[in-house]
């Protein structure tokens, strides 16, 4: 099976652009979160969808939104972008349920620079 | 409200000797916990998870953890620390307080001394 797949890898952007990064989850699994890496603020969690619908979402600005998909790819959207977005998105996706017992297989992260 | 504290941001072993990294967590709820790795430019990858089953927990690589409530701790051990092992590791708490929700550790970067 193919595992999870993050597009692009790698992003440069400049303050006030908008970013969409996008997310494959390995086939059959319909749980898919986001994570932001930070050297500062270590992995920090920004949302989590389940059958196309928000289920929790982390302690960030409305500036972060995301979506599902009928087919569970995801993807995250980052508007008004500030220099502080820099950092690594992954994307992991779970299953069978998306329950808190499962185990999360994670991306390998889209790198996003904000100049 | 969960949270996880990873005593240490950084351990260094040499080869061979044991490997003990820690971890506490607080949580409202039964909690699910993980330990996660990550190599340099490479992605997380699971050790090992506790999903109250058996307390003592053994994942891959020879790592395993023993999750203690009284404590509420969850500390990685390896008998025998191999150059490989050198990475960054993640304790991660998920319970569904207020829904799906997982929080990682701060990380604790292993070196390994040869």
């Known amino acids: 099976k193919a595992g999870v797949t993050q597009t692009p890898r790698y992003l440069i952007k400049t303050r006030g652009q908008q970013v969409t990064l996008s997310c494959s989850p390995i086939s059959g699994h319909r749980s898919v979160s986001w994570y932001q890496q930070t050297p500062g603020q270590g992995l920090q969690f920004l949302f989590e969808?389940?059958?196309?619908?928000?289920?929790n979402k982390g302690n960030f600005p409305g500036r972060f939104s995301g979506r599902q998909f009928s087919n569970s790819r995801s993807e995250m959207n980052v508007s008004t972008l500030e220099l502080g977005d820099s950092a690594l998105y992954l994307c992991?996706?779970?299953?069978?349920?998306?329950?808190?017992?499962?185990?999360?297989?994670f991306g390998p992260g889209t790198r996003l620079t904000v100049l | 409200a969960q949270s996880v504290t990873q005593l240490d941001s950084h351990v260094s072993v040499s080869e061979g000797t044991p490997v003990l990294l820690r971890c506490n967590y607080s949580s409202s709820y039964s909690p699910s916990l993980f330990w996660y790795v990550q190599h340099p430019n490479k992605g997380l990858q699971l050790l090992l998870k506790y999903t109250s089953a058996a307390t003592l927990v053994k994942g891959i690589n020879g790592f395993e953890a023993e999750f203690k409530k009284s404590e509420t701790s969850f500390h990685l051990t390896k008998p025998s620390a191999h150059m490989s092992d050198a990475a960054e590791y993640f304790c991660v708490v998920s319970d569904q307080g207020g829904g799906f929700k997982t929080i990682f550790g701060a990380g604790t970067r292993l070196f390994v001394k040869a």
């Open positions: 992991a996706s779970s299953f069978p349920h998306g329950q808190i017992t499962d185990t999360q297989y």
């Open positions: 969808y389940f059958s196309e619908t928000q289920r």
